[in-house]
């Protein structure tokens, strides 16, 4: 059984919850093979996540050369792998920096690259949204060894213990690879919600608050459920809220089991990030707003009412 090789999403060696997803997908493709690229001293906090979660080999990298520069460098340590291992496919999380060294990968490997995935057959054929999202398609690589960009919360994460084996992969990265160098590093402040591209519920608020103050609404109601907070391009724009916590073509790609949109049209362009979702909740006071179509429940009224009295109602169940 060929491998199918994972690039490891982590956290100064923590592994991200897409990775557990990953390599729960490539199970069903193949051999799953974690890459692992990190500083030195970094992957013995991935190592039991990596053993739980399936990974029958596990490649390690730990080097200055690959943590202190952009991008490149991780690239180049896949385009190896690909070279050496004869992979049946390389699965990547659809993050910033991820799909920039996907793409890398694919030039350099000169092979077909697929875009946001949310699906992978058994004989690597993708599902994805193109146009916006408008329209789902299947498309499969016919050219080197397939490299896929896949959404997270995608594929649900499913232990399966084992003992990897591991190899040390020794490689001199390229003067050309060193091209851009991370100078500082700032940690994000930590609100106390789930990562927003990993959570299982989503609150998103839209044009329709009116005003950065409105948002405490779409806060109260995420705590109560134990949510994570977005917000449409049009209330980031407005500077509402932080771009970090834009849901879009333009922002970030989630897929939650619960995704409740309030007083957001769901134009295209949000539609992009989150039609993916289980369950789609939408409130909006206009009955022809655009997000009705594809949404599972729909709530027509004035947010300013209806959240409220949805969270003091989460609230009570609770108790």
């Not at 077909?112 to 993708?126: F, H, P, R, Y």
């Not at 994570?228 to 879009?248: K, L």
């Not at 909006?284 to 594809?294: Q, S, Y």
């Amino acid at each position: 059984m060929a491998e199918v090789l994972v690039l490891v999403e982590h956290a100064d060696g923590e592994p991200k919850k897409v990775t557990g997803e990953l390599l729960t997908l490539a199970r069903t493709l193949g051999e799953p093979a974690a890459v692992f690229t990190g500083a030195p001293g970094t992957y013995a906090k991935a190592k039991a996540y990596l053993a739980e979660y399936g990974a029958a080999k596990v490649y390690v990298v730990e080097s200055d050369d690959v943590a202190d520069y952009v991008a490149a460098p991780v690239a180049e340590v896949l385009a190896k792998l690909v070279g050496d291992a004869a992979p049946a496919a390389v699965l990547v999380a659809a993050t910033a920096d991820s799909r920039e060294i996907a793409a890398r990968v694919a030039a350099k490997t000169d092979s077909g690259l697929i875009w946001d995935a949310v699906a992978v057959s058994s004989d690597l054929t993708a599902t994805q949204g193109v146009f916006g999202g408008s329209t789902i398609v299947q498309s499969k690589v016919t050219k080197g060894t397939p490299v896929i960009v896949v959404r997270p919360n995608s594929t649900a994460p499913e232990a399966a213990p084992g003992t990897p084996a591991e190899v040390t992969v020794d490689l001199t990265i390229s003067d050309a690879a060193k091209g851009a160098k991370i100078i500082d590093r700032v940690a994000e402040a930590k609100s106390g919600r789930p990562d927003l591209t990993e959570a299982q519920v989503v609150v998103s608020g839209g044009r329709g608050l009116g005003a950065a103050e409105h948002f405490a609404l779409v806060e109260k109601l995420a705590d109560t459920l134990g949510a994570a907070v977005g917000a449409s391009r049009a209330a980031t724009d407005a500077g509402w809220y932080p771009h970090q916590n834009q849901v879009g073509q333009t922002g970030k790609t989630v897929s939650p089991q619960l995704y409740i949109a309030v007083g957001i049209s769901g134009a295209i362009q949000h539609r992009a990030g989150m039609q993916t979702s289980k369950t789609i909740v939408a409130i909006n006071k206009d009955p022809e707003a655009p997000i009705f179509e594809f949404a599972d429940y729909g709530l027509v009224g004035d947010l300013f009412n209806v959240v409220p009295q949805l969270t003091d109602e989460v609230e009570k169940r609770k108790g």
